[in-house]
């Protein structure tokens, strides 16, 4: 099915004008599993050039597809859901290859996807403007009416992160679609050939030549001219605070949707169900080895009930399963690379060093982190604040509710807290005081139900997804006011 996508060289191409192309550079960048270093296939590194003519073709592309009414955009975007679930499995092998997901997590994804999609469509096609009577405002006769309509911004330059490369891509593809946007979409390096191959499903599925491109390359080569291109209308991005920060120092008048690191706490009161948090916290912070910017990466706990929920967690921490996700179905798995192993690796080191007790856990074998729990952390440790995006969960003892709050909202994170208690009156004391996006009550921190408003502040992000606020944010109203008198 993908013989113009892939050829039996394993040399993948990219998405432009309608053609899946080589770069004329001829340089080439290996993608290599995490599971054991095999080859996945390789990708283009792309010249400016080459992105200077991907960007220039969606802009005008995107002419054409504003004028196509919604109704027909939905049944496009409807099509590639339908396509999507068809070749779940097909895609959901790329990935357990590509990223080292497990693959049950890996065909939910692509699910979660098509239904992402769906939504997206009808979305759209129900949002509706409005009409304003000048006559509320104060010294305005009965003869002013603005009409107001959202309308498309342009080009959406979409970069995706390693972790969900499908449904994190279509996440930002299909809103900006609906909205009457072309799409230029940038995947992270590792990840990019699930992303391909998502891409290649919109184009079965009937976008027109053009609406989408795809763009894959070296950041140090093309990541800063991507982000800077002055016929870029709107810029999508995923990943790390590092690079979020970069971006937004590079763009200038340029409206920005970016979500970005989280140091997620789950805070354990004393009235708690310990078994009830002892279960998500666990299912919360190492699924997919914690590789998730809505991973629990704390525990803040009331010292009355810490002993008794630590020993839960630990119990729960030991029947983890850990290992290969492409022969079995595994919860924690190799990291995406060693870099990110080091990483994870230094910072138990260091709470170790200081004087943190590790439960379990703490060892490595290649890129694979053990998971690992670490009592009796301080706040004079990185892995207190730091975010390790790894199978690594740090315990920290606080004396009451407020020390918890307080402990958490000094971080340079806002993405999401969690509260666990049967007070309902605790519950809304602490999530109207903590500093983040979303506060879960009684579950663990995780992106959804996608209908959901989705955010971060402080450094976790900028603007506000979800699916209807999705499209909003890559659109924007405009106003015709009548004069009739």
């Given at each position: 099915?993908?013989?113009?996508l892939?050829?039996?060289?394993?040399?993948?191409?990219?998405?432009?004008?309608?053609?899946?192309?080589?770069?004329?550079?001829?340089?080439?960048?290996s993608?290599?599993?995490?599971?054991?270093?095999?080859?996945?296939?390789?990708?283009?590194?792309?010249?400016?050039?080459?992105?200077?003519?991907?960007?220039?073709n969606?802009?005008?592309?995107?002419?054409?597809w504003?004028?196509?009414?919604?109704?027909?955009?939905?049944?496009?975007?409807?099509?590639?859901?339908d396509?999507?679930?068809?070749?779940?499995?097909?895609?959901?092998?790329?990935?357990?290859?590509e990223?080292?997901?497990d693959?049950?997590?890996?065909?939910?994804?692509?699910?979660?996807?098509?239904?992402?999609?769906?939504?997206?469509?009808?979305t759209?096609?129900?949002?509706?403007?409005?009409?304003?009577?000048?006559?509320?405002?104060?010294?305005?006769?009965?003869?002013?009416?603005?009409?107001?309509?959202?309308?498309?911004?342009?080009?959406?330059?979409?970069?995706?992160?390693?972790?969900?490369?499908?449904?994190?891509?279509?996440?930002?593809?299909?809103?900006?679609?609906?909205?009457?946007?072309?799409?230029?979409?940038?995947?992270?390096?590792?990840?990019?050939?699930?992303?391909?191959?998502?891409?290649?499903?919109?184009?079965?599925?009937?976008?027109?030549?053009?609406?989408?491109?795809?763009?894959?390359?070296?950041?140090?080569?093309?990541?800063?001219?991507?982000?800077?291109?002055?016929?870029?209308?709107?810029?999508?991005?995923?990943?790390?605070?590092?690079?979020?920060?970069?971006?937004?120092?590079?763009?200038?008048?340029?409206?920005?949707?970016?979500e970005?690191?989280?140091?997620?706490?789950?805070?354990?009161?004393?009235d708690?169900?310990?078994?009830?948090?002892?279960?998500?916290?666990?299912?919360?912070?190492?699924?997919?080895?914690?590789?998730?910017?809505?991973?629990?990466?704390?525990?803040?706990?009331i010292?009355k009930?810490?002993?008794?929920?630590?020993?839960?967690?630990?119990?729960?921490?030991?029947?983890?399963?850990?290992?290969?996700?492409?022969?079995?179905?595994?919860?924690?798995?190799?990291?995406?690379?060693?870099?990110?192993?080091?990483?994870?690796?230094?910072?138990?080191?260091?709470?170790?060093?200081?004087?943190?007790?590790?439960?379990?856990?703490?060892?490595?074998?290649?890129?694979l982190?053990?998971?690992?729990?670490?009592?009796?952390?301080?706040?004079?440790?990185?892995?207190?604040?730091?975010?390790?995006?790894?199978?690594?969960?740090?315990?920290?003892?606080?004396?009451?509710?407020?020390?918890?709050?307080?402990?958490?909202?000094?971080s340079?994170?806002?993405?999401?807290?969690?509260?666990?208690?049967?007070?309902?009156?605790?519950?809304?004391?602490?999530?109207?005081?903590?500093?983040?996006?979303?506060?879960?009550?009684?579950?663990?921190?995780?992106?959804?139900?996608?209908?959901?408003?989705?955010?971060?502040?402080?450094?976790?992000?900028?603007?506000?997804?979800?699916?209807?606020?999705?499209?909003?944010?890559?659109?924007?109203?405009?106003?015709?006011?009548?004069?009739?008198?």
């Open positions: 099915m993908f013989n113009d892939c050829c039996k060289d394993k040399i993948y191409r990219n998405y432009v004008g309608g053609e899946w192309v080589k770069s004329e550079t001829s340089k080439l960048i993608i290599n599993s995490p599971v054991d270093g095999s080859l996945v296939g390789k990708v283009q590194a792309m010249s400016k050039e080459e992105v200077d003519y991907a960007i220039q969606a802009k005008e592309a995107q002419k054409q504003d004028k196509m009414p919604i109704n027909k955009r939905a049944t496009i975007l409807l099509k590639a859901a396509l999507l679930d068809e070749k779940a499995e097909e895609i959901a092998n790329i990935m357990v290859l990223i080292a997901k693959k049950k997590s890996a065909i939910s994804e692509v699910n979660r996807t098509a239904d992402y999609i769906r939504f997206s469509a009808d759209a096609k129900n949002m509706a403007g409005e009409t304003l009577p000048g006559e509320s405002f104060p010294g305005t006769g009965k003869g002013k009416i603005s009409i107001v309509n959202r309308v498309s911004l342009g080009v959406v330059l979409a970069i995706s992160p390693f972790n969900y490369p499908v449904n994190l891509s279509a996440s930002k593809i299909a809103p900006a679609l609906m909205a009457g946007n072309s799409v230029v979409l940038k995947p992270a390096t590792q990840g990019s050939i699930s992303a391909l191959h998502l891409v290649r499903v919109f184009q079965e599925a009937g976008v027109p030549a053009g609406v989408i491109n795809t763009i894959t390359g070296r950041g140090s080569e093309i990541g800063d001219y991507v982000v800077g291109h002055p016929l870029v209308d709107f810029i999508n991005f995923t990943g790390s605070t590092e690079i979020g920060l970069r971006i937004s120092g590079i763009t200038t008048m340029k409206p920005l949707l970016m970005l690191g989280g140091k997620d706490a789950a805070i354990v009161l004393e708690a169900d310990l078994d009830l948090a002892a279960h998500n916290i666990v299912a919360g912070a190492y699924s997919y080895s914690g590789q998730r910017c809505t991973a629990v990466k704390r525990i803040l706990v010292d009930v810490a002993d008794e929920l630590v020993k839960k967690v630990r119990e729960k921490v030991k029947l983890l399963k850990v290992g290969n996700p492409i022969n079995e179905q595994v919860d924690v798995v190799p990291l995406i690379d060693d870099k990110a192993a080091d990483y994870v690796e230094s910072l138990i080191l260091e709470s170790k060093e200081k004087g943190a007790t590790i439960l379990e856990g703490g060892n490595r074998e290649g890129n982190i053990y998971p690992t729990l670490v009592d009796n952390v301080t706040l004079d440790m990185r892995l207190a604040w730091e975010e390790p995006f790894g199978p690594v969960l740090p315990i920290i003892r606080v004396n009451n509710v407020d020390e918890a709050i307080s402990i958490a909202n000094k340079e994170y806002g993405l999401q807290s969690s509260v666990f208690t049967r007070d309902i009156n605790k519950a809304f004391y602490v999530a109207n005081k903590l500093e983040v996006g979303t506060v879960q009550i009684n579950n663990k921190t995780e992106r959804g139900p996608d209908h959901f408003p989705f955010s971060g502040v402080k450094a976790s992000g900028i603007g506000t997804q979800g699916i209807r606020y999705s499209i909003e944010a890559m659109s924007r109203p405009k106003a015709i006011v009548l004069n009739i008198e």
